[in-house]
Nanobody
């Protein structure tokens, strides 16, 4: 079993930056693809970014390309989401997810484990 805990959310002004972390426990994430999703009020949960086990394969939603960067430190069983040039539209609860598999995917139904989320609020 994998437990995921997100942290790093908070309030930031538009144009600012924030770094989210996702710490895993229970087992190592060997061979796991990791992803970040978000859910804004009144909207469905949407894909943000994903990264393969090796870190060599990444994918991003069009809305965050060029602004967000996903990375991982497998030695620490931790995944990060560096968010730059934040916009009010980025306001949401951000969730970390994990799935067995070496290839990154944007499909939420392919992820087996989910964290409880961390809230990001971007003010104008």
């Amino acid at each position: 079993q994998v437990q995921l805990v997100e942290s790093g959310g908070g309030l930031v002004q538009a144009g600012g930056s924030l770094r989210l972390s996702c710490a895993a426990s229970g087992r190592t994430l060997t061979g796991y693809t990791m992803g970040w999703f978000r859910q804004a009020p009144g909207k469905e949960r949407e894909f943000v970014a994903a990264i393969s086990w090796s870190g060599g394969g990444t994918g991003y939603a069009d809305s965050v390309k060029g602004r967000f960067t996903i990375s991982r430190d497998n030695a620490k069983n931790t995944v990060y989401l560096q968010m730059n040039s934040l916009k009010p539209e980025d306001t949401a609860v951000y969730y970390c997810a994990a799935r067995p598999g070496y290839i990154a995917t944007m499909h939420s139904d392919q992820y087996s484990y989910w964290g409880q989320g961390t809230r990001v609020t971007v003010s104008s």
